[in-house]
């Protein structure tokens, strides 16, 4: 099993930066991708970024290209996920989910193991 921990959410303007933490423990995989998810209410949970095991490779849905960025730290089992230029329409529930592969899919179904999210809500 592999426990994931968002943190990071928030209560921010339209504009400001957020920073999503998200720490993976227990079953450590040789070679796993990790994305990260949102899920508005009333709305479907939908891709947002994913990055591979070394971190070389990234992909990102339109919404979040030139605003989000991902990354992980290894050493410490966390990947993150920087937001800056927030929009009232990132308000979302986002979680952290983990693939035990080193393909980089963006279909939540794909993934193994899910976080429980965290909050974040882009006031106007």
Request: charged share 20%.
């Amino acid at each position: 099993q592999v426990q994931l921990v968002e943190s990071g959410g928030g209560l921010v303007q339209a504009g400001d930066s957020l920073r999503l933490s998200c720490a993976a423990s227990g079953r450590t995989f040789s070679r796993y991708a990790m994305g990260w998810f949102r899920q508005a209410p009333g709305k479907e949970r939908e891709f947002v970024a994913v990055i591979s095991w070394s971190g070389g490779n990234t992909y990102y849905a339109d919404s979040a290209k030139g605003r989000f960025t991902i990354s992980r730290d290894n050493a410490k089992n966390t990947v993150y996920l920087q937001m800056n230029s927030l929009k009232p329409e990132d308000t979302a529930v986002y979680y952290c989910a983990v693939r035990d592969s080193i393909v980089l899919v963006t279909n939540a179904n794909k993934y193994d193991y899910w976080g429980r999210g965290t909050q974040v809500t882009v006031s106007s």
